[in-house]
């Protein structure tokens, strides 16, 4: 428990550091297992060298042919059919409890195009049998490839088919959002969840528990769970009124999608195309993402930028223009080239919060998940991950309680196992903000040739690709979310026995 406490406020100074430091600045020895860092050494001497151990294999968890299923069944109402809704209801269903979804928007629509689904968040989708719902529309990429800014020299190499599938039992995919909410919201249904769109919360009674909607019905609960997004009105409630709002992070990103016919018929760009793979080019203060979608059909892209700016101030008429100006002199052949075929682009600001106070009302009848209660910059691919991560989670400790007089003292072990977890992948994405920009020099230079060997397929013990990192995968992909919070149940069982 103190351990944990510890861990927490490192992870939470560091990424106040993060957040209100420009540049390479703020990057500290990190909170979660890494070697990402090691190079840096190699520039500064201040650096300490860090040996967490190395976790080399994975093992998957066991196939369950049937979930196990709560003694105690509750009644439970989601708000919100996000992402971190859908799962945290499907999770729920499975184990017999009585789960509604309130929605506000009248139909289901994700906003951006593609998502990228890592393994600790594939191996759990496809545990629940999403599977067959996705219909063949996620793709399982090769490989991924970090980009020099200039020229498209490639500087790092992960490979994701066969040696992550192997390494943590399940696909890395990458995957159109509205292909996977849609499969989602289908597989919830089949289950026997209700979620009523055009039903939006604008009350939450944290004692009684219940939510009010806007049509003025009101539903009580054993226990209401909001997974209400960055803009959550659950999240000031369950911190009793003083709200910790995410922060920006310095950044917004432009989304995009690029007709792959368009690119096909060109032979600087059609390449990016033939082997299923995400490419990122790096440079000063930006990057760009990239990998296809949509069964080929789209190329999907995330722009991301430096911008402090009110995005109340944004022009929309200029944003095309904006966009190609912030990428000029990059690798014009192949980047600008592709970029230079975006008709249409969304903006769209960065934020990142920090490790919450808690995210467990103080009746205990209320708790927040997803970006409501962790924000963070996409730079680790993780946001919707953990909501995934936070669903079943929950659903795995619910699941151990023989009475509800428990539910309280299980939803505290939940919120301890996941805040860290949580908060430590908000850090590690701002780190990745901090890896990916610098500017050229001798930051820049021990970076790319500390990634040298993944390229030149030599051994390696570190790399400052977090992906290929083998501690900081290890920590990131091979977690087990519901085995981590069932140890934590266990112990505090047993720690509550020796009393
Ligand atoms: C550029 C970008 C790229 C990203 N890439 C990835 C990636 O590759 N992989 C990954 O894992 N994550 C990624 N993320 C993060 C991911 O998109 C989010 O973490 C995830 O979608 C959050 O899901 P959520 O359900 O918690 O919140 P949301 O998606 O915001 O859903 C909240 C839902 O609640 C509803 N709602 C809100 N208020 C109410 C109310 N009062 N009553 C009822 N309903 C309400 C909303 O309408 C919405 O449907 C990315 C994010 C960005 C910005």
């Not at 351990?3 to 992870?11: G, H, L, S, T």
């Not at 709560?70 to 999770?91: E, M, S």
């Not at 939940?414 to 701002?430: C, I, K, T, Y």
Request: aromatic share 8%; charged share 25%.
């Amino acid at each position: 428990m103190a351990d944990n406490n510890e861990a927490i406020k490192k992870c939470r100074n560091n990424i106040e550091a993060l957040l209100s430091q420009k540049g390479h600045a703020g990057l500290r020895e990190t909170s979660y297992p890494s070697r990402s860092l090691n190079f840096l050494q190699r520039v500064n001497k201040r650096w300490p060298q860090r040996r967490p151990p190395f976790q080399a294999h994975c093992q998957p968890p066991p196939q369950e042919d049937l979930p196990l299923q709560a003694k105690v069944k509750l009644n439970i109402v989601v708000a919100g059919a996000g992402l971190g809704g859908l799962a945290t209801a499907i999770a729920l269903r499975r184990r017999g409890h009585a789960v509604t979804v309130f929605e506000k928007a009248p139909e289901l629509g994700e906003v951006g195009a593609g998502i990228q689904v890592p393994p600790n968040s594939s191996r759990l989708l496809l545990k629940w049998g999403l599977g067959p719902y996705l219909g063949g529309k996620a793709i399982e990429p090769h490989a991924i490839r970090m980009r020099r800014w200039q020229n498209g020299e490639v500087l790092s190499l992960t490979k994701l088919l066969p040696d992550f599938r192997d390494r943590f039992g399940a696909p890395y995919y990458v995957v159109h959002r509205a292909n996977l909410q849609l499969a989602m919201h289908k597989l919830a249904l089949d289950l026997g969840v209700e979620v009523k769109v055009s039903s939006g919360v604008n009350r939450y009674d944290a004692e009684t528990p219940s939510v009010g909607l806007e049509d003025g019905s009101v539903y009580q609960a054993d226990l209401v769970v909001a997974a209400d997004g960055i803009k959550s009105e659950a999240r000031k409630v369950v911190l009793d009124g003083e709200d910790q709002p995410p922060k920006k992070a310095g950044f917004a990103a432009y989304r995009a999608m690029v007709d792959a016919e368009m690119m096909r018929g060109d032979p600087d760009v059609s390449w990016l195309l033939e082997s299923p793979g995400q490419n990122l080019w790096l440079g000063d203060q930006r990057h760009v993402m990239t990998y296809t979608i949509a069964g080929g059909k789209s190329f999907n892209m995330v722009l991301s930028h430096p911008e402090d700016s009110d995005p109340a101030t944004w022009n929309q008429a200029t944003v095309i223009e904006d966009m190609k100006r912030h990428f000029e002199g990059w690798d014009p052949r192949r980047l600008v080239k592709v970029i230079s075929m975006i008709r249409t682009t969304l903006k769209w600001p960065l934020l990142s919060g920090k490790c919450l106070r808690k995210w467990v009302s103080t009746s205990g009848k209320l708790l927040i998940l997803g970006d409501a209660a962790h924000p963070m910059v996409p730079y680790m691919s993780e946001g919707a991950a953990m909501a995934v991560e936070d669903g079943a989670a929950l659903a795995e400790i619910l699941s151990l309680l023989d009475s509800k007089s428990q539910l309280h003292s299980a939803l505290q072990i939940f919120e301890r196992v996941r805040l860290l977890r949580a908060g430590q992948m908000q850090e590690a994405s701002l780190v990745n903000g901090k890896l990916w920009h610098f500017a050229d020099g001798p930051e820049q230079r021990a970076r790319d040739e500390a990634m040298r060997p993944e390229v030149e397929e030599r051994e390696f013990e570190e790399s400052p690709n977090q992906w290929s990192d083998p501690v900081t995968a290890a920590w990131a992909y091979g977690y087990d979310a519901e085995e981590e919070v069932r140890k934590a149940f266990i112990e505090n069982q047993s720690r509550n026995a020796k009393l």
